[in-house]
């Protein structure tokens, strides 16, 4: 059949794999809610669980599958290494969770020994698709991945802070009183302290906040709620562990979000880590920014004009991630 202009062969041209599979490391609170929310979306053919608990990972995708009846067609299963050969996504949510009081920055040493190793064994089956960064310190830990692994370009990315920019949206469209998902903003750097709200790329319907803002009238003093907007992101984490122990729920359902892109090839715009090449004369360090993410990873990172404030806070967080990276490499086997 003939495709229409911009169509591509069954939409998937980025992609090179049979079926939609997608292998979880990490069965714990956020591997196990991905995977469930995951199931629901209907992205996923095959999902396959591991878990170095492998009794964990067993029962998360026996209780999964009891609820097959429910979900759109999927299969769900524990997986092995041999897993790897033919996934279209491997995300990695193994290892260590914050405890009250701890940065994530501050779980680098114990989480990057881990990551390094489960990369080992899937660039050992020839994996042909996608690694997904979950485990924190995300962007730290992508860059270990994306160094360790040798893929081509792109094809290592973070998690980053699609989840923050979730949380802006989420409070800008409860303060606008407007539907989230006419909220378009990003989170850029670091998913972590030094991260920054790219107030210039905010907007509602194509009209900048600042502007959307005067004619609005729903804040007293704009400047004072977007200093406290912005802080609530950063905090929101500390927050929801000094509540609960760990978040799980609206990183599950990212993943599902970036997991999507990929696998349906869909150049989703997404505030995701990748390795910088030169985006805002940033080299050698990975931290989020707009990119677009097909079945081939990260395509492309969109360099949209920046403040010379945000700008600086961008330059910073990059600082702080390659001197985190500095300090993981005594560790290094
Ligand atoms: N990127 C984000 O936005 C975001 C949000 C929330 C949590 N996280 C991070 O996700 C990670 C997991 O959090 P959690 O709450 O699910 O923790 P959890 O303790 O519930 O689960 C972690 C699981 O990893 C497993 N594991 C440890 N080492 C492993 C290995 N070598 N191979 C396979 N599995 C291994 C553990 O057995 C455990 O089941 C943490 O690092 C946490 O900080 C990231």
Redesign the pocket.
Known sequence: MALAVGETEAGMAGSHWAARKVVI???????STFAYALAQSGHADEIVL????RD?AAGQALDLVHGLPFFPAVDVRLGEPADYRDASVVVI??????RPGES?LD?IHR?AA?VQ??VDDVVAQQFPGVIVV???P?DALTYVAERRARLPHGRVLG?GTE?DSARLRYLLSRQCKVDVHNVHAYVLGE?GDSELVAWSLVHIAGVPIDEYCRSCGNCAAWEVTRAAIERSVRDS?YHIINYKG???FA?GL?LVRIVAAILRNQRSVLSVSSLLTGAYGLTDVCLSLPAIVSGKGVERVIETPLLPRELESLHHSADVLRSAIKGLEGDRP
């Open positions: 490391v990490g069965a714990g609170a956020v591997g591991t878990d170095v608990n964990l949510t193994a290892g260590a969770a914050q994530r779980l989480n881990i190793s489960i979950a485990t924190n995300v998690s989840l998913h984490a760990a978040t799980w990183i990212a």
